[in-house]
């Protein structure tokens, strides 16, 4: 069945491709192999990146004088986390933004794949359109395609139908099931102040993450966390994480080792900046990992720039933009 978008007679009423395409198209992942092990991976790792940024983020328990935190005020920091790592996630929603994505495969082999999207939320995950590398639309009719598939999301998020509220079902779980890998976070780790030390001309607190023996994982994608070392830095007087690298320590098994593996060795980076007043989110980073599905072996190297976050708003806000970039878009191509 195809969907229409845009109210009856105006300019940007669009046939669009079918639903199941436009599912398709929502937070693809650019044609990497064996997705699952990537998902599990570096979805991990990001949350562990985000979770300890807000656990820095505690101004209540800053420490003054430069002295180093207390066990008591290092607790503090891990309590307040949860409701911080919230109110980004849902910040994020608001926002689109431009990602550059470079993968290769192996460490030291050319750039095989280097693509320029922005990122687009949605109320059910995220769209992507491509872009050339200073973030104009590839092809203008994809784009006012792309435009149209957008605003007939963002319309069923705001009017669901029952696949739709299906969709939003699933989603809520997916968020959910990340603000308890949040949680665990405070669980499976050690932390260790280990000082302050200059990085790119700034001081920052440096802090180091050791597997908890004792921590059990109470879901698939938490059995990565007791495999994780981690440090991270952060500037104290925004209380929010600068930088981050994690090493895999140990083999990662999937589904005990009959779906898959990651290897030992891996290592991931992230960087952080403050993209808005108060507002804090990634904008780079790196993972590089190996191991195998099944009995095949592959490898896994990408490096990711994240620019030009622009706030939207919330979905009503967000469809009134998206709709009126629409709009923009249809009449500069009818007056061509």
Same mark, same amino acid.
């Given at each position: 069945?195809? =969907?229409?978008?845009?109210?009856?007679?105006?300019?940007?009423?669009?046939? $669009? /491709? !079918?639903? +199941?395409?436009? %599912?398709?198209?929502?937070?693809?992942?650019?044609?990497?192999?064996?997705?699952?092990?990537?998902?599990?991976?570096?979805?991990?790792?990001?949350?562990?990146?985000?979770?300890?940024?807000?656990?820095?983020?505690?101004p209540?328990t800053?420490?003054?004088?430069g002295?180093?935190?207390t066990?008591?005020?290092?607790?503090?920091?891990?309590?307040?986390?949860?409701?911080?790592?919230?109110?980004?996630?849902?910040l994020?929603?608001?926002?689109d933004?431009?990602?550059?994505?470079?993968?290769?495969?192996?460490?030291?082999?050319?750039?095989?794949?280097?693509?320029?999207?922005?990122?687009?939320p949605?109320?059910?995950?995220?769209?992507?359109?491509?872009?050339?590398?200073?973030?104009?639309?590839?092809?203008?009719?994809?784009?006012? =395609?792309?435009?149209?598939m957008?605003?007939?999301?963002?319309?069923?998020? $705001? /009017? !669901?139908? +029952?696949?739709? %509220?299906?969709?939003?079902?699933?989603?809520?779980?997916r968020?959910?099931?990340?603000?308890?890998?949040?949680s665990?976070?405070?669980?499976?780790?050690r932390?260790?102040?280990?000082?302050?030390?200059?990085?790119?001309?700034?001081?920052?607190?440096?802090?180091?993450?050791?597997?908890?023996?004792s921590f059990?994982?109470?879901?698939?994608i938490a059995?990565?966390?007791?495999?994780?070392?981690?440090?991270?830095?952060?500037?104290?007087?925004?209380?929010?994480?600068?930088?981050?690298e994690a090493?895999?320590?140990?083999?990662?098994?999937?589904?005990?080792?009959?779906?898959?593996?990651?290897?030992r060795g891996?290592?991931?980076?992230?960087?952080?900046?403050?993209?808005?007043?108060?507002?804090?989110?990634?904008?780079?980073?790196?993972?590089?990992?190996?191991?195998?599905?099944?009995?095949f072996?592959?490898?896994?190297?990408?490096?990711?720039?994240?620019?030009?976050?622009?706030?939207?708003?919330p979905?009503?806000q967000k469809?009134?933009?998206?709709?009126?970039?629409?709009?923009n878009?249809?009449?500069?191509?009818?007056?061509?």
């Open positions: 069945m195809l =969907q229409r978008c845009g109210d009856s007679g105006s300019p940007n009423r669009i046939l $669009l /491709q !079918p639903l +199941a395409e436009l %599912k398709n198209q929502i937070g693809a992942n650019r044609g990497q192999t064996f997705r699952f092990m990537r998902r599990h991976f570096t979805h991990a790792l990001l949350i562990l990146s985000l979770g300890a940024g807000a656990i820095a983020a505690a209540a800053q420490v003054s004088g002295g180093a935190p066990p008591a005020q290092l607790q503090s920091f891990i309590a307040r986390a949860i409701d911080n790592q919230h109110r980004d996630d849902q994020l929603e608001q926002y933004r431009i990602e550059h994505v470079q993968t290769r495969k192996a460490a030291d082999s050319p750039v095989a794949e280097d693509q320029y999207s922005r990122i687009v949605i109320g059910t995950g995220s769209f992507h359109i491509t872009v050339t590398p200073n973030a104009q639309p590839a092809d203008p009719a994809q784009y006012r =395609q792309q435009l149209a957008i605003q007939n999301s963002l319309q069923l998020a $705001l /009017q !669901p139908d +029952a696949r739709e %509220k299906q969709d939003l079902a699933k989603y809520q779980k968020q959910e099931e990340r603000a308890e890998l949040v665990d976070i405070a669980k499976a780790f932390f260790t102040w280990l000082g302050r030390e200059t990085r790119n001309g700034i001081l920052l607190a440096k802090v180091r993450l050791d597997p908890d023996p059990v994982p109470p879901s698939r059995e990565v966390l007791p495999h994780v070392q981690a440090t991270i830095w952060f500037d104290e007087s925004a209380s929010q994480v600068v930088h981050i090493q895999i320590t140990t083999d990662v098994s999937i589904g005990g080792g009959v779906l898959g593996k990651i290897y891996g290592q991931f980076w992230l960087e952080q900046a403050e993209i808005a007043p108060g507002v804090w989110e990634p904008v780079a980073y790196d993972y590089e990992f190996a191991g195998r599905k099944f009995v072996g592959f490898e896994e190297h990408e490096k990711t720039e994240v620019s030009q976050y622009r706030h939207l708003g979905l009503p469809l009134t933009f998206i709709r009126n970039e629409l709009n878009a249809t009449s500069r191509h009818s007056g061509d």
